[in-house]
């Protein structure tokens, strides 16, 4: 098995090479993958000729990897058995932004694996970002407002986006709201019969293991001005302000402003890594210091994933109630 480094695209701190490790078929190198997810945050694994959504799985166990169920997705995924699920159900041509798997959530995934099964003829690299330049990138002022009073996720569960049984794995009432109670997920039905859940989450955290401070959350991603305006405001005008399906504040409550969303997506774009996809590789990142994206693609894509090794994170989950966004 052979370590290089691919031309890196600019960035601007930091390590920006994805390393990529040769191996010819045969066992997963556990212990040197392990290694360089400490060092680098990422690893490309090319020659074990993942053919299936098996073949992962069984790279997720020789790895060590306990998979997690699918839960809080904000957009579909297929199950593909054994802790596998298809890449999400998000158009070819659209770009999905960098963000970390489920950082929302009490219990989020230490890692996150992708095997690609098909390569698409153009585009369509799952990019990484690192946490740690990036959030160093990032003007004080924006990080000391986010890091005082975290971020805040409000989701409504209607007909647009997830389903409840996607959510939660059930859409059973009681089953859901047990649920929102033990992952810290403040919840109540609408007189319409939806479901609204507001979830408070630290924005910077610390990495359990190496100690580094990480940028980790979807507060960009996830905001409402993410979404096409013409979406959005159809959207508005069907439910009112707060009540989309899944929009972000500061964890005050106040709007997040379309300046600081706008130098969030720039810091992330330039800590973009990308190396494009050749069907077999394996892809595996340390959930936590690296955020991911799918760039736009054309032809045929199969990626498929797994999300293993749940972690509770100190600090994660601040006490209290969250607050109602100010509107
Ligand atoms: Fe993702």
Redesign the pocket.
């Known amino acids: 098995m052979t370590l290089t480094h691919h031309e890196p695209v600019p960035a601007a701190t930091g390590d920006p090479r994805l390393p990529v490790l040769q191996v010819d078929g045969g066992t997963l190198p556990a212990a040197r993958i392990r290694e360089l997810l400490d060092s680098a945050g990422a690893v490309l694994v090319r020659g074990l000729g993942l053919a299936s959504p098996a073949d992962l799985a069984r790279a997720a166990r020789d790895l060590g990897v306990t998979p997690m169920p699918e839960r809080e997705g904000f957009t579909s995924r297929d199950d593909l058995g054994d802790g596998v699920h298809s890449a999400?159900h998000w158009p070819a041509d659209e770009p999905m932004c960098m963000?970390h798997?489920r950082s929302y959530a009490a219990e989020v995934p230490g890692i996150a694996m992708f095997g690609c099964l098909t390569a698409p003829a153009s585009g369509g690299a799952t990019a990484i970002s690192d946490a740690a330049a990036v959030l160093a990138a990032l003007p004080a002022e924006l990080v000391e407002r986010f890091e005082t009073h975290g971020w805040l996720l409000a989701r409504s569960y209607r007909d647009v986006g997830v389903t409840l049984t996607e959510a939660f794995g059930t859409e059973d009432r009681a089953a859901v709201s047990a649920y929102c109670d033990a992952q810290a997920i403040t919840h109540e039905w609408l007189p319409d019969g939806a479901l609204h859940t507001r979830q408070l989450r630290a924005a910077v955290v610390r990495h359990p293991r190496t100690g580094a401070r990480l940028w980790f959350n979807q507060a960009a991603f996830l905001n409402e001005r993410t979404l096409d305006p013409v979406v959005r405001e159809y959207l508005l005008s069907l439910y009112g302000p707060g009540s989309l399906p899944f929009s972000t504040y500061h964890g005050d409550g106040e709007p997040i402003d379309e300046q600081a969303i706008g130098v969030i997506n720039e810091v992330y774009t330039a800590h973009t890594v990308r190396e494009p996809w050749r069907a077999g590789d394996l892809l595996v990142l340390d959930n936590l210091r690296t955020a991911?994206s799918r760039e736009a693609y054309q032809g045929e894509r199969e990626v498929v994933a797994l999300f293993g090794d749940r972690v509770r994170l100190d600090g994660h989950v601040p006490p209290g109630t969250p607050p109602r966004p100010a509107l």
């Open positions: 999400s963000h798997e991911h």
